[in-house]
């Protein structure tokens, strides 16, 4: 028996038996057909009726091109549809997302991590307690606060603000970073204390610099999110002008005619596509995007 | 003295790092969580100051014959989210483990569907459903001579057919999660089992599955989670239709809050939701009560 590390649940000695060859070839190929029509499929579908006329999405649905090629769909829905607008809110939302869960996973995961407060324990258990709070529970009395911010009585409902500072409380982003600090050597942070160097210094030029593998995991998935995201924005953006894509398109399918929203549906899913297309490692890496959402 | 003071500023440089998270966990979710179980006994209209009601809006909420129907709802899409989307991830993560070439282009399509915004992936389904012969479902299945199937009109067909969609938008995720933990299966365990006779099938039954048997309990008990809290499928497919058979709990709570004519009903909303909170924190309690023997 060969000590084969690489071994998966066939081994070298089946797969050489033609038989158990061909059933396995035509098994693994049939999974690729599978994920091909499936998975790919209605991608490519969307993109072909985006550039093609109505009628001959709605008359022949399986036929490639039955009367030619329409690019105009495209323009028509970035300006007249003004897709643009709702393109950049998203993008807007999406930095601003991505910049807050940042600020907050990287100074609170050093804080408790690095630091380590007395009283860290006791905060870093009501930061993970806030994973087993379902995110429903909190829709209407989070809708609420943002209405009327305590103290400050802000009202940040129809702002960019209350649409992605929530994104912050991300307790799943705190114990990442905060398990990625707990492992960085600690005899390069203690030389570094010995050399004279304070909170900020060391947490600007020797943490942060050894973190970009973690950074990188959480800034991907914060962006993804925040262009997924549906029921927030809808609730806190009323005010069409400052919707993002999720949330307009639904408004626009009533009223546009369906070549020019199958373009706009393309556009909108274009930018996560070419985004997990880069940074697939990242993403298929797995055991990171654990939690299943509804 | 000069101990104290740098142990003073040490502390007071700790707070500044601490501030973001102490000031963002604060406002959005510890005081939102303490407040939706203050508002559940609350009548808040947002025009006058809030008054105590007791148990009044969990009293309202019960009293709702809607809320039946919505339960059922919920959990036949749970129940059919399970029987349809539990075993697709975990074949296919099986098969594809042991699959030698281009085996990330699979993991690369498997996952596809979960980077599409759930809105877009909604939207185009919905065209899909078409229940015309013509619609694009329609026609594969009058290709091999079955349908045309009324998916989302009718109300028996309308659920599975959010189910299927669900599945489509998800299951990608939940197949990277298998993979990765079948990357650490010992390959003693399938060399002892091929010593002992064991097949193919053989060796998944008893080598493969036992070892993804910790992580399917909890992408059980995630999955069903998450469906308890379905909410954009059966708004945007169907708004909660036809004939009631799509609304699901989370759609109710949204309409007590944001589509009551009479102005949103904040307390029912906060009330309905912490019983499926808390219904939900039971499930999962006993669920590791009783699978406790089994995960490891």
Known sequence: MSADESRGITSEYERGRPLFKIGRTLLNGLVLLFLV?????????????????TQDTLRYPLELWPNGVDWENLRTAWVDID?????????????????????????????????????????????????????????????????DMPFTHWNLVNTY?????????SAFNIALVKRFFDNLPRE?????????????????????????????????????????DFIWP??????????????????????????VMMAALLISCALPIAFFLVFQRLFLRGGLDGAVKG | MSSLLTRARGSASTLVFLLPMLLVFGLFSWWPIVRSVIMSVQQTNLVTDPEFVGLDNFRAVLEDPLLATAVQNTLWFALLALVFGYPVPLILAVIMSDVRRAKGLYSLLAYLPVVIPPAVAVLLWRFFYDAEPTGVFNSILGKVGLG????????AWAMPSLVIEATWAAAGGTVIIYLAA????????????????????????????????GIMLITLILQIIGTA????????????????????????????????????????????????AVALALLSLVYFRLTRRWSE
């Open chain 2, 182 to 213: 079948l990357v650490s299966v010992p390959p003693e365990q399938y060399d002892a089992a091929e010593v002992d006779g064991a097949g193919v099938l053989g060796k998944v039954w008893h080598v493969t599955l036992p070892h993804l048997r």
């Open chain 1, 37 to 53: 029509l499936v998975c790919l499929g209605p991608i490519l579908w969307l993109a072909k009726s985006a550039i093609t006329p």
């Open chain 2, 148 to 155: 045309p199937v009324p998916w989302l009109e009718d109300p």
């Open chain 1, 83 to 147: 897709l643009k607008l709702y393109f950049w809110n998203t993008v807007i939302i999406a930095f601003g997302s991505w910049a807050v869960q940042m600020l907050v996973a990287v100074t609170g995961g050093y804080a408790l991590s690095v630091l380590q407060p007395r009283y860290g324990r006791v905060l870093y258990g009501l930061v993970l307690a806030t994973m087993f709070v379902p995110a429903v529970v909190l829709l209407v009395p989070l809708y609420l606060t943002v209405l």
């Open chain 1, 234 to 259: 809808l609730v806190v953006l009323p005010d069409p002008a400052k919707q993002p894509l999720s949330v307009r398109l639904p408004r626009l399918a009533g009223v546009t005619e369906l070549d």
């Open chain 2, 229 to 276: 809290q379905v909410f954009l499928e059966p708004y945007l497919f169907t708004d909660g239709g036809p004939n009631n058979s799509t609304l699901t709990v989370l759609l109710l709570v949204y309409r007590y809050a944001f589509q009551n004519t009479t102005g949103g009903d904040y307390g029912k909303a906060t009330a309905l939701s912490l019983m499926l």
């Open chain 1, 188 to 228: 390069v942070i203690q030389a570094a204390r010995v050399d004279g160097c304070g909170d900020f210094r060391l947490f600007w030029y020797v943490v942060l610099p050894m973190s970009r593998p973690v950074l990188g995991v959480v800034s991907v998935f914060a962006v993804l999110a925040a262009w997924k």
């Open chain 1, 161 to 169: 603000w209350g649409a992605f500072l929530p994104a912050g409380a």
